[in-house]
């Protein structure tokens, strides 16, 4: 199992190198041509949704991004350390809750539209959304 980690400040600009990255490593596990793009919107989305609640809350350490190959398949974790509202509790911190949570919503939405295999976790501590392609093994060149 390969990983490729990434760290970067929570800034809107470095989500364009995030969602690159991605994609060359994506390539290079075998994801198929055609599902390219769609690995390069989801990784943008959740990369701007993590730089988003870093900034709305203030949190200064950098947005993690894993990028895993393993047999068969390739998964991108995209993870924040931004507190999140647990079951029946409001989220620390969250000035104007509604729109922070509609925006979120709206985020995980489109990353779902766009990937089969998806799985959001949240807490206090942070959040982490995993997002799994199939990926076809290399053919062997012909002599």
């Given at each position: 199992?390969?990983?490729?980690?990434?760290?970067?400040?929570?800034?809107?600009?470095?989500?364009?190198?995030?969602?690159?990255?991605?994609?060359?490593?994506?390539?290079?596990?075998?994801?198929?041509?055609?599902?390219?793009?769609?690995?390069?919107?989801?990784?943008?989305?959740?990369?701007?949704?993590?730089?988003?609640?870093?900034?709305?809350?203030g949190i200064t350490s950098p947005v993690k991004v894993a990028?895993?190959?393993?047999?068969?398949?390739?998964?991108?974790?995209?993870?924040?350390?931004?507190?999140?509202?647990?079951?029946?509790?409001?989220?620390?911190?969250?000035?104007?809750?509604?729109?922070?949570?509609?925006?979120?919503e709206m985020g995980l939405a489109v990353i779902s539209g766009?990937?089969?295999?998806?799985?959001?976790?949240?807490?206090?501590?942070?959040?982490?959304?995993?997002?799994?392609?199939?990926?076809?093994?290399?053919?062997?060149?012909?002599?």
């Open positions: 199992m390969a990983t490729v980690e990434l760290r970067f400040s929570a800034l809107p600009e470095h989500v364009r190198t995030a969602r690159l990255v991605a994609a060359a490593v994506a390539r290079r596990a075998g994801v198929d041509e055609a599902v390219l793009d769609e690995v390069r919107l989801a990784v943008g989305e959740a990369c701007s949704r993590a730089v988003g609640l870093h900034q709305n809350s990028l895993i190959e393993e047999e068969k398949q390739f998964s991108i974790e995209v993870g924040d350390e931004a507190p999140h509202a647990t079951s029946g509790g409001d989220t620390p911190g969250a000035e104007d809750g509604e729109a922070e949570i509609e925006e979120d766009l990937v089969d295999d998806v799985e959001v976790t949240t807490g206090q501590d942070g959040g982490l959304i995993r997002m799994t392609w199939p990926t076809t093994p290399p053919t062997a060149a012909v002599l």
